[in-house]
């Protein structure tokens, strides 16, 4: 079992900054992409950002030049650094990870529980 343990949510300021971690830990052997997506109230699921175990990386239109993904290979950790923060970004952000299991070798997908992050003034 892998599981993703999200943190670093809140409430923040428009105009304000917030970095969100996420943490892989469990029967890994090679993670191929870690995601962020987020859910505001009312709408549907979408995709903030993405990074490949190669670094590449992605982005939603709305987010490009005020988000940034990394990650940390030798923790399994994904990073999102969100600055300049709109009330439009308020969602629950939630982490998920494409990964090969070290048991079996699948490939296999796990979402992390979500963060709740609130910009409002």
């Known amino acids: 079992q892998v599981q993703l343990v999200e943190s670093g949510g809140g409430l923040v300021q428009p105009g304000g900054s917030l970095r969100l971690s996420c943490a892989a830990s469990?029967?890994?052997?090679?993670?191929?992409?870690m995601n962020w997506y987020r859910q505001a109230p009312g709408k549907e699921r979408e995709l903030v950002a993405r990074?490949?175990?190669?670094?590449?990386?992605n982005y939603a239109d709305s987010v490009k030049g005020r988000f940034t993904i990394s990650r940390d290979n030798a923790k399994n950790t994904v990073y999102l650094q969100m600055n300049s923060l709109k009330p439009e970004d308020t969602a629950v952000y939630y982490c998920n990870t494409h990964y090969s299991d070290s048991r079996t070798y699948k490939y296999l997908e796990r979402w992390g529980q979500g963060t709740l992050v609130t910009v409002s003034s």
């Open positions: 990074i490949t175990n190669g670094g590449s990386t």
């Open positions: 469990g029967t890994i052997f090679s993670i191929h992409v």
